[in-house]
DNA sequence: AGGTTGGGTTTCGCATACAATGTCCGGATG
DNA sequence: CATCCGGACATTGTATGCGAAACCCAACCT
Protein backbone atom coordinates (compact mmCIF):
# COMPACT_ATOMS: atom_id res chain seq x y z
CA UNK A 1 0.00 0.00 0.00
CA UNK A 2 1.38 3.07 -0.93
CA UNK A 3 2.35 5.49 1.28
CA UNK A 4 0.27 8.32 0.17
CA UNK A 5 -3.18 5.80 0.85
CA UNK A 6 -1.42 5.45 4.54
CA UNK A 7 -1.57 9.24 4.52
CA UNK A 8 -5.10 9.30 3.55
CA UNK A 9 -6.37 6.66 5.83
CA UNK A 10 -4.45 8.32 9.20
CA UNK A 11 -5.27 11.94 8.83
CA UNK A 12 -8.84 11.05 7.63
CA UNK A 13 -9.16 8.84 10.80
CA UNK A 14 -7.74 11.96 12.83
CA UNK A 15 -10.35 14.09 11.73
CA UNK A 16 -13.24 11.77 12.09
CA UNK A 17 -11.60 10.82 15.68
CA UNK A 18 -11.91 14.72 16.46
CA UNK A 19 -8.42 14.61 16.91
CA UNK A 20 -8.15 17.00 14.32
CA UNK A 21 -10.88 20.39 14.69
CA UNK A 22 -12.52 22.14 11.86
CA UNK A 23 -10.61 24.79 10.64
CA UNK A 24 -7.34 23.42 11.79
CA UNK A 25 -4.47 24.52 9.01
CA UNK A 26 -2.88 21.07 7.89
CA UNK A 27 0.45 22.35 7.05
CA UNK A 28 2.37 19.88 4.78
CA UNK A 29 5.62 19.78 6.37
CA UNK A 30 4.05 19.27 10.07
CA UNK A 31 1.83 16.53 8.86
CA UNK A 32 4.96 15.01 6.84
CA UNK A 33 6.79 15.09 9.65
CA UNK A 34 4.62 13.39 12.15
CA UNK A 35 3.92 10.59 10.11
CA UNK A 36 7.48 10.24 9.37
CA UNK A 37 6.91 10.77 5.56
CA UNK A 38 8.05 13.67 2.65
CA UNK A 39 5.87 16.38 1.99
CA UNK A 40 4.86 14.55 -1.77
CA UNK A 41 2.60 11.80 -0.50
CA UNK A 42 0.93 14.10 2.17
CA UNK A 43 0.37 16.48 -0.83
CA UNK A 44 -1.44 13.81 -2.54
CA UNK A 45 -3.20 12.96 0.13
CA UNK A 46 -4.56 16.01 0.68
CA UNK A 47 -6.00 16.14 -2.88
CA UNK A 48 -7.59 13.06 -2.17
CA UNK A 49 -9.10 14.14 1.55
CA UNK A 50 -10.51 17.49 -0.47
CA UNK A 51 -12.55 15.88 -3.38
CA UNK A 52 -13.86 13.95 -0.61
CA UNK A 53 -14.60 16.63 1.63
CA UNK A 54 -12.85 16.15 4.50
CA UNK A 55 -10.66 19.43 3.99
CA UNK A 56 -11.23 22.49 2.13
CA UNK A 57 -8.62 23.48 -0.10
CA UNK A 58 -7.62 27.30 -1.01
CA UNK A 59 -4.57 27.59 -3.62
CA UNK A 60 -1.43 28.92 -2.48
CA UNK A 61 -2.87 28.85 0.96
CA UNK A 62 -3.47 25.21 1.80
CA UNK A 63 -6.06 22.95 3.52
CA UNK A 64 -8.00 23.02 6.42
CA UNK A 65 -10.06 20.50 8.28
CA UNK A 66 -13.86 20.89 6.90
CA UNK A 67 -16.56 22.64 9.12
CA UNK A 68 -19.36 20.99 9.20
CA UNK A 69 -22.33 23.97 9.96
CA UNK A 70 -25.69 23.08 11.36
CA UNK A 71 -27.07 24.71 7.94
CA UNK A 72 -24.43 22.33 6.50
CA UNK A 73 -25.73 19.12 8.12
CA UNK A 74 -29.23 19.63 7.10
CA UNK A 75 -28.22 19.61 3.32
CA UNK A 76 -26.14 16.41 4.13
CA UNK A 77 -29.13 14.99 5.46
CA UNK A 78 -31.25 16.53 1.93
CA UNK A 79 -28.80 14.41 -0.26
CA UNK A 80 -28.90 11.61 2.16
CA UNK A 81 -32.77 11.19 1.87
CA UNK A 82 -32.21 10.76 -1.62
CA UNK A 83 -29.63 8.17 -2.16
CA UNK A 84 -29.99 5.82 0.84
CA UNK A 85 -33.72 4.66 -0.37
CA UNK A 86 -32.25 4.32 -3.49
CA UNK A 87 -29.58 2.24 -2.29
CA UNK A 88 -32.33 0.09 -0.36
CA UNK A 89 -34.23 -0.43 -2.82
CA UNK A 90 -32.04 -1.42 -5.32
CA UNK A 91 -30.33 -3.57 -2.43
CA UNK A 92 -33.84 -5.37 -2.19
CA UNK A 93 -33.84 -6.47 -5.47
CA UNK A 94 -30.22 -7.10 -6.03
CA UNK A 95 -29.12 -8.51 -2.86
CA UNK A 96 -28.33 -12.26 -2.81
CA UNK A 97 -28.05 -14.36 0.88
CA UNK A 98 -24.37 -13.75 1.04
CA UNK A 99 -25.26 -10.39 1.34
CA UNK A 100 -28.23 -10.60 3.33
CA UNK A 101 -25.46 -12.65 5.57
CA UNK A 102 -23.52 -9.76 5.53
CA UNK A 103 -25.81 -7.09 6.63
CA UNK A 104 -26.38 -9.45 9.46
CA UNK A 105 -22.63 -10.28 10.64
CA UNK A 106 -22.72 -6.70 10.74
CA UNK A 107 -25.78 -6.15 13.05
CA UNK A 108 -24.12 -8.72 15.23
CA UNK A 109 -21.09 -7.18 15.78
CA UNK A 110 -22.92 -3.77 16.35
CA UNK A 111 -25.39 -5.63 18.99
CA UNK A 112 -21.78 -6.94 20.69
CA UNK A 113 -20.36 -3.36 20.49
CA UNK A 114 -23.37 -1.57 22.02
CA UNK A 115 -23.07 -4.12 24.86
CA UNK A 116 -19.85 -3.17 25.92
CA UNK A 117 -20.32 0.78 25.19
CA UNK A 118 -17.40 0.48 22.54
CA UNK A 119 -18.91 4.08 20.68
CA UNK A 120 -15.92 4.18 18.59
CA UNK A 121 -16.54 0.93 17.12
CA UNK A 122 -20.27 1.99 17.02
CA UNK A 123 -19.87 4.54 14.57
CA UNK A 124 -17.27 2.72 11.98
CA UNK A 125 -20.00 0.05 12.18
CA UNK A 126 -22.72 2.20 10.91
CA UNK A 127 -20.98 3.59 8.41
CA UNK A 128 -20.03 -0.30 7.30
CA UNK A 129 -23.25 -1.27 7.36
CA UNK A 130 -24.58 1.79 5.23
CA UNK A 131 -21.53 1.23 2.72
CA UNK A 132 -22.44 -2.41 2.38
CA UNK A 133 -26.27 -2.01 1.50
CA UNK A 134 -24.84 0.69 -1.18
CA UNK A 135 -22.45 -2.26 -2.54
CA UNK A 136 -25.50 -4.90 -2.31
CA UNK A 137 -27.64 -2.58 -4.83
CA UNK A 138 -24.89 -3.90 -7.34
CA UNK A 139 -24.91 0.03 -8.74
CA UNK A 140 -21.23 0.91 -9.23
CA UNK A 141 -21.74 4.87 -9.49
CA UNK A 142 -23.72 4.82 -6.60
CA UNK A 143 -21.44 3.09 -4.44
CA UNK A 144 -18.74 5.99 -5.50
CA UNK A 145 -21.31 8.88 -5.01
CA UNK A 146 -22.75 7.16 -2.00
CA UNK A 147 -19.31 5.79 0.37
CA UNK A 148 -17.61 9.24 0.44
CA UNK A 149 -21.23 10.35 1.83
CA UNK A 150 -21.38 7.58 4.19
CA UNK A 151 -17.67 8.64 5.55
CA UNK A 152 -18.74 11.90 6.01
CA UNK A 153 -21.61 10.85 7.96
CA UNK A 154 -19.44 8.85 10.33
CA UNK A 155 -18.40 12.33 11.67
CA UNK A 156 -22.10 13.62 12.15
CA UNK A 157 -23.19 9.57 13.73
CA UNK A 158 -20.27 10.27 16.33
CA UNK A 159 -22.18 13.56 17.91
CA UNK A 160 -25.40 11.53 18.34
CA UNK A 161 -23.72 7.93 18.55
CA UNK A 162 -24.93 7.36 22.74
CA UNK A 163 -28.16 8.76 22.20
CA UNK A 164 -29.73 7.22 19.03
CA UNK A 165 -27.30 4.16 19.01
CA UNK A 166 -30.27 2.26 20.37
CA UNK A 167 -32.73 3.29 17.79
CA UNK A 168 -30.68 3.21 14.95
CA UNK A 169 -29.86 -0.29 14.83
CA UNK A 170 -33.53 -1.31 15.95
CA UNK A 171 -33.98 0.28 12.13
CA UNK A 172 -31.50 -1.17 10.26
CA UNK A 173 -32.49 -4.32 11.19
CA UNK A 174 -35.90 -3.65 10.08
CA UNK A 175 -34.32 -2.24 6.88
CA UNK A 176 -32.17 -5.86 6.96
CA UNK A 177 -35.24 -7.82 6.96
CA UNK A 178 -36.93 -6.16 3.93
CA UNK A 179 -33.80 -6.52 1.78
CA UNK A 180 -34.22 -10.33 3.60
CA UNK A 181 -37.50 -10.58 1.86
CA UNK A 182 -36.64 -8.99 -1.28
CA UNK A 183 -39.45 -6.22 -0.28
CA UNK A 184 -38.15 -3.14 -2.17
CA UNK A 185 -41.30 -0.55 -1.57
CA UNK A 186 -40.49 -1.45 2.32
CA UNK A 187 -36.85 -1.61 2.13
CA UNK A 188 -37.14 2.13 0.48
CA UNK A 189 -39.40 3.39 3.12
CA UNK A 190 -37.61 1.96 6.21
CA UNK A 191 -34.48 3.58 5.04
CA UNK A 192 -36.21 6.57 4.72
CA UNK A 193 -37.68 6.63 7.98
CA UNK A 194 -34.42 5.96 9.21
CA UNK A 195 -32.62 8.96 7.62
CA UNK A 196 -35.13 10.90 8.83
CA UNK A 197 -34.93 9.98 12.52
CA UNK A 198 -31.62 10.54 12.17
CA UNK A 199 -32.08 13.70 11.17
CA UNK A 200 -34.61 14.07 13.82
CA UNK A 201 -31.93 13.23 16.02
CA UNK A 202 -29.03 15.92 15.28
CA UNK A 203 -28.79 18.31 17.62
CA UNK A 204 -30.75 21.40 15.73
CA UNK A 205 -28.87 24.69 15.05
CA UNK B 1 -4.34 29.16 -10.85
CA UNK B 2 -1.96 26.52 -9.76
CA UNK B 3 -0.55 24.29 -12.74
CA UNK B 4 -2.14 21.64 -11.21
CA UNK B 5 -5.81 22.85 -11.47
CA UNK B 6 -4.57 23.71 -14.98
CA UNK B 7 -3.74 20.14 -15.97
CA UNK B 8 -6.85 18.97 -14.09
CA UNK B 9 -9.09 21.11 -16.60
CA UNK B 10 -6.97 19.96 -19.42
CA UNK B 11 -6.78 16.36 -19.16
CA UNK B 12 -10.80 16.14 -18.19
CA UNK B 13 -11.45 18.21 -21.02
CA UNK B 14 -9.23 15.72 -23.25
CA UNK B 15 -11.10 13.14 -21.64
CA UNK B 16 -14.71 14.89 -22.14
CA UNK B 17 -13.72 15.80 -26.17
CA UNK B 18 -13.07 11.98 -26.56
CA UNK B 19 -9.49 12.73 -28.04
CA UNK B 20 -8.90 10.45 -24.77
CA UNK B 21 -10.10 7.47 -25.24
CA UNK B 22 -11.37 4.73 -22.11
CA UNK B 23 -8.84 2.64 -21.23
CA UNK B 24 -5.78 5.20 -21.84
CA UNK B 25 -3.16 4.62 -19.27
CA UNK B 26 -2.09 7.89 -18.48
CA UNK B 27 1.77 7.71 -18.18
CA UNK B 28 2.71 10.59 -16.28
CA UNK B 29 6.07 11.67 -17.69
CA UNK B 30 4.14 11.61 -21.31
CA UNK B 31 1.55 14.06 -19.98
CA UNK B 32 4.09 15.80 -17.81
CA UNK B 33 6.34 16.56 -21.03
CA UNK B 34 2.95 17.18 -23.43
CA UNK B 35 1.65 19.82 -20.79
CA UNK B 36 5.31 21.30 -20.17
CA UNK B 37 5.28 21.28 -17.11
CA UNK B 38 6.84 18.19 -14.12
CA UNK B 39 5.37 15.11 -13.05
CA UNK B 40 4.68 16.99 -9.34
CA UNK B 41 1.49 18.41 -10.83
CA UNK B 42 0.29 15.90 -12.67
CA UNK B 43 0.52 13.13 -10.22
CA UNK B 44 -1.97 15.49 -7.62
CA UNK B 45 -4.28 16.44 -10.89
CA UNK B 46 -4.52 12.24 -11.40
CA UNK B 47 -5.90 12.17 -7.70
CA UNK B 48 -8.20 14.78 -8.07
CA UNK B 49 -9.52 13.01 -11.31
CA UNK B 50 -9.52 9.87 -9.64
CA UNK B 51 -11.80 11.08 -7.25
CA UNK B 52 -14.18 12.66 -9.94
CA UNK B 53 -14.35 8.92 -11.41
CA UNK B 54 -12.87 9.94 -14.80
CA UNK B 55 -9.96 7.81 -14.34
CA UNK B 56 -9.39 4.54 -12.75
CA UNK B 57 -6.29 4.35 -10.21
CA UNK B 58 -3.99 1.28 -9.55
CA UNK B 59 -2.01 0.95 -7.08
CA UNK B 60 1.93 0.98 -8.85
CA UNK B 61 0.00 0.56 -12.39
CA UNK B 62 -1.42 4.32 -12.84
CA UNK B 63 -4.30 6.08 -14.06
CA UNK B 64 -6.19 4.58 -16.76
CA UNK B 65 -9.26 6.31 -18.64
CA UNK B 66 -12.46 5.35 -17.34
CA UNK B 67 -14.56 3.24 -19.36
CA UNK B 68 -18.34 3.51 -18.99
CA UNK B 69 -20.10 0.20 -20.21
CA UNK B 70 -23.69 0.66 -20.71
CA UNK B 71 -24.93 -1.04 -17.79
CA UNK B 72 -23.13 1.79 -15.69
CA UNK B 73 -24.55 4.34 -17.67
CA UNK B 74 -27.75 2.76 -16.56
CA UNK B 75 -26.66 3.27 -12.92
CA UNK B 76 -25.17 6.71 -13.68
CA UNK B 77 -29.25 7.31 -14.71
CA UNK B 78 -30.51 6.07 -11.27
CA UNK B 79 -28.43 8.83 -9.02
CA UNK B 80 -29.17 11.33 -11.85
CA UNK B 81 -32.69 10.37 -10.82
CA UNK B 82 -32.33 10.73 -6.86
CA UNK B 83 -30.51 14.03 -7.43
CA UNK B 84 -31.48 15.99 -9.82
CA UNK B 85 -35.21 16.89 -8.88
CA UNK B 86 -34.22 17.08 -5.06
CA UNK B 87 -31.47 20.03 -7.03
CA UNK B 88 -34.65 21.13 -9.04
CA UNK B 89 -37.37 21.37 -6.30
CA UNK B 90 -34.64 23.24 -3.63
CA UNK B 91 -33.68 25.53 -6.63
CA UNK B 92 -37.19 26.50 -6.95
CA UNK B 93 -37.67 27.11 -3.53
CA UNK B 94 -34.53 29.15 -3.26
CA UNK B 95 -33.97 30.56 -6.39
CA UNK B 96 -34.06 34.63 -6.78
CA UNK B 97 -34.62 36.61 -10.07
CA UNK B 98 -30.87 37.10 -10.55
CA UNK B 99 -30.78 32.96 -10.55
CA UNK B 100 -33.77 32.60 -12.84
CA UNK B 101 -31.77 35.52 -14.94
CA UNK B 102 -28.89 33.22 -15.05
CA UNK B 103 -30.70 29.82 -16.01
CA UNK B 104 -31.96 31.84 -18.97
CA UNK B 105 -29.03 33.44 -20.27
CA UNK B 106 -27.56 29.70 -20.59
CA UNK B 107 -31.02 29.05 -22.08
CA UNK B 108 -30.59 32.22 -24.79
CA UNK B 109 -26.91 30.85 -25.36
CA UNK B 110 -28.03 27.08 -26.13
CA UNK B 111 -30.46 28.03 -28.72
CA UNK B 112 -27.94 30.36 -30.48
CA UNK B 113 -25.40 27.47 -30.22
CA UNK B 114 -27.92 24.89 -31.48
CA UNK B 115 -29.07 27.42 -34.63
CA UNK B 116 -25.01 27.28 -35.94
CA UNK B 117 -24.76 23.68 -35.03
CA UNK B 118 -22.12 23.82 -32.29
CA UNK B 119 -22.05 20.60 -30.86
CA UNK B 120 -19.40 20.94 -28.49
CA UNK B 121 -20.49 24.29 -26.92
CA UNK B 122 -23.84 23.24 -26.09
CA UNK B 123 -22.69 19.95 -24.11
CA UNK B 124 -20.33 22.39 -22.12
CA UNK B 125 -23.68 24.81 -21.74
CA UNK B 126 -26.06 21.36 -20.26
CA UNK B 127 -23.26 21.06 -18.06
CA UNK B 128 -23.01 24.45 -17.06
CA UNK B 129 -27.00 24.49 -17.05
CA UNK B 130 -27.51 21.47 -15.30
CA UNK B 131 -24.57 22.82 -12.67
CA UNK B 132 -25.83 25.92 -12.10
CA UNK B 133 -29.61 24.55 -10.75
CA UNK B 134 -27.70 22.71 -7.94
CA UNK B 135 -25.81 26.09 -7.04
CA UNK B 136 -29.20 27.44 -7.15
CA UNK B 137 -30.48 25.14 -4.91
CA UNK B 138 -28.48 26.55 -2.09
CA UNK B 139 -27.08 22.66 -0.36
CA UNK B 140 -24.03 23.36 -0.65
CA UNK B 141 -23.37 19.63 -0.14
CA UNK B 142 -25.48 18.52 -2.96
CA UNK B 143 -23.49 20.94 -5.21
CA UNK B 144 -20.10 18.77 -3.96
CA UNK B 145 -21.89 15.88 -5.19
CA UNK B 146 -23.60 16.84 -8.01
CA UNK B 147 -21.35 18.70 -10.05
CA UNK B 148 -19.16 16.08 -10.60
CA UNK B 149 -22.23 13.91 -11.78
CA UNK B 150 -22.81 16.44 -14.09
CA UNK B 151 -19.50 16.88 -15.66
CA UNK B 152 -19.64 13.05 -15.89
CA UNK B 153 -22.83 13.19 -17.85
CA UNK B 154 -21.21 15.43 -20.05
CA UNK B 155 -19.60 12.12 -21.57
CA UNK B 156 -22.90 10.68 -21.84
CA UNK B 157 -24.49 13.52 -23.30
CA UNK B 158 -22.01 13.95 -26.39
CA UNK B 159 -23.30 10.70 -27.47
CA UNK B 160 -26.52 11.86 -27.97
CA UNK B 161 -26.15 15.22 -28.41
CA UNK B 162 -27.09 15.72 -32.24
CA UNK B 163 -30.51 13.45 -31.73
CA UNK B 164 -31.36 14.84 -28.02
CA UNK B 165 -30.56 18.21 -28.07
CA UNK B 166 -33.76 20.21 -29.41
CA UNK B 167 -36.21 17.96 -26.61
CA UNK B 168 -33.53 18.12 -24.14
CA UNK B 169 -33.50 22.13 -24.29
CA UNK B 170 -37.27 22.35 -24.46
CA UNK B 171 -37.35 20.75 -21.18
CA UNK B 172 -34.76 22.83 -19.69
CA UNK B 173 -37.10 25.38 -20.57
CA UNK B 174 -39.94 24.05 -19.02
CA UNK B 175 -37.85 23.89 -15.83
CA UNK B 176 -36.39 26.73 -15.65
CA UNK B 177 -40.48 28.33 -16.03
CA UNK B 178 -41.40 25.97 -12.77
CA UNK B 179 -38.01 27.45 -10.91
CA UNK B 180 -39.18 31.30 -11.94
CA UNK B 181 -42.93 30.49 -10.64
CA UNK B 182 -41.39 28.88 -7.48
CA UNK B 183 -43.54 25.81 -7.40
CA UNK B 184 -41.27 23.37 -6.15
CA UNK B 185 -43.36 20.43 -7.08
CA UNK B 186 -43.40 21.02 -10.60
CA UNK B 187 -39.79 21.72 -11.07
CA UNK B 188 -39.39 18.47 -9.07
CA UNK B 189 -41.74 16.84 -11.60
CA UNK B 190 -40.48 18.90 -14.79
CA UNK B 191 -36.79 17.68 -13.42
CA UNK B 192 -37.87 13.99 -13.06
CA UNK B 193 -39.26 14.18 -17.09
CA UNK B 194 -36.25 15.15 -18.15
CA UNK B 195 -33.81 12.35 -16.70
CA UNK B 196 -36.22 9.97 -17.73
CA UNK B 197 -35.85 11.26 -21.16
CA UNK B 198 -32.84 11.29 -21.53
CA UNK B 199 -32.48 7.85 -20.35
CA UNK B 200 -34.79 6.69 -22.51
CA UNK B 201 -32.33 8.50 -25.23
CA UNK B 202 -29.45 7.06 -24.85
CA UNK B 203 -28.27 3.94 -26.42
CA UNK B 204 -29.19 0.98 -25.04
CA UNK B 205 -26.91 -1.79 -24.67
C1' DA C 1 -5.47 56.06 17.50
C1' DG C 2 -6.20 53.71 13.34
C1' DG C 3 -4.70 52.35 9.16
C1' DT C 4 -0.83 51.24 6.17
C1' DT C 5 3.44 49.71 4.52
C1' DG C 6 7.65 47.26 4.91
C1' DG C 7 10.56 43.26 5.85
C1' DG C 8 11.18 38.68 7.77
C1' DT C 9 9.21 34.22 8.20
C1' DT C 10 6.31 30.63 7.04
C1' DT C 11 4.29 27.74 3.72
C1' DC C 12 2.86 26.37 -0.72
C1' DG C 13 4.01 25.18 -5.61
C1' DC C 14 6.96 23.16 -8.85
C1' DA C 15 11.04 20.87 -10.49
C1' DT C 16 14.61 17.47 -10.19
C1' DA C 17 16.78 13.22 -8.49
C1' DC C 18 16.69 8.67 -6.70
C1' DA C 19 14.60 4.20 -5.26
C1' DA C 20 11.35 0.46 -5.88
C1' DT C 21 8.31 -2.22 -8.43
C1' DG C 22 5.91 -3.88 -12.26
C1' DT C 23 6.17 -5.29 -17.19
C1' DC C 24 7.78 -7.47 -21.11
C1' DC C 25 10.66 -9.95 -23.99
C1' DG C 26 14.33 -13.21 -25.00
C1' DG C 27 16.56 -17.32 -23.95
C1' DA C 28 17.19 -21.58 -21.58
C1' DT C 29 15.07 -25.90 -20.29
C1' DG C 30 11.81 -29.72 -19.70
C1' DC D 1 7.05 -26.67 -28.70
C1' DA D 2 5.38 -24.87 -24.44
C1' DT D 3 6.89 -23.07 -20.14
C1' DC D 4 9.53 -20.97 -16.85
C1' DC D 5 13.12 -17.93 -15.51
C1' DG D 6 15.95 -13.69 -15.57
C1' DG D 7 17.31 -9.27 -16.67
C1' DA D 8 16.69 -4.84 -18.96
C1' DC D 9 13.37 -1.34 -19.49
C1' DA D 10 9.44 1.45 -18.33
C1' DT D 11 6.74 3.53 -14.90
C1' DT D 12 5.25 4.59 -10.43
C1' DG D 13 6.52 5.99 -5.65
C1' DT D 14 9.26 8.86 -2.58
C1' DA D 15 12.59 12.31 -1.14
C1' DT D 16 14.89 16.77 -1.44
C1' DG D 17 15.79 21.59 -3.07
C1' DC D 18 14.59 26.05 -4.53
C1' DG D 19 11.68 29.95 -5.89
C1' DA D 20 7.47 32.58 -5.02
C1' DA D 21 3.43 33.91 -2.80
C1' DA D 22 0.95 34.64 1.54
C1' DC D 23 1.05 35.78 6.40
C1' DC D 24 2.48 38.20 10.60
C1' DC D 25 4.12 41.78 13.19
C1' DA D 26 6.21 45.94 13.99
C1' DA D 27 7.34 50.61 12.75
C1' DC D 28 5.66 54.50 10.38
C1' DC D 29 2.59 57.93 8.47
C1' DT D 30 -1.89 60.37 8.42
Same mark, same amino acid.
Request: with cysteine.
Given at each position: ?????????????????????????????????????????????????????????????????????????????? &?????????????????????????????????????????????????????????????????????????????????? &?????????????????????????????????????????????
Amino acid at each position: MPLRDMVVDEVRRLILDGQLHPGTHLVEDRLAEQLGVSRNPVREAIRVLGAEGFVTLSARRGAFVATLSAIEAQDFFD &VRLALEPLGARLAAKAAGPDGVAQLEEILERARVAMEIGEHSALAELNSEFHARVFQLSGNEYLVCVAVPMVRRGQWLFRQS &VARRAPDSWTEHRSLVSAIKAGDAELAEAESRRHVLAARAAFPRS
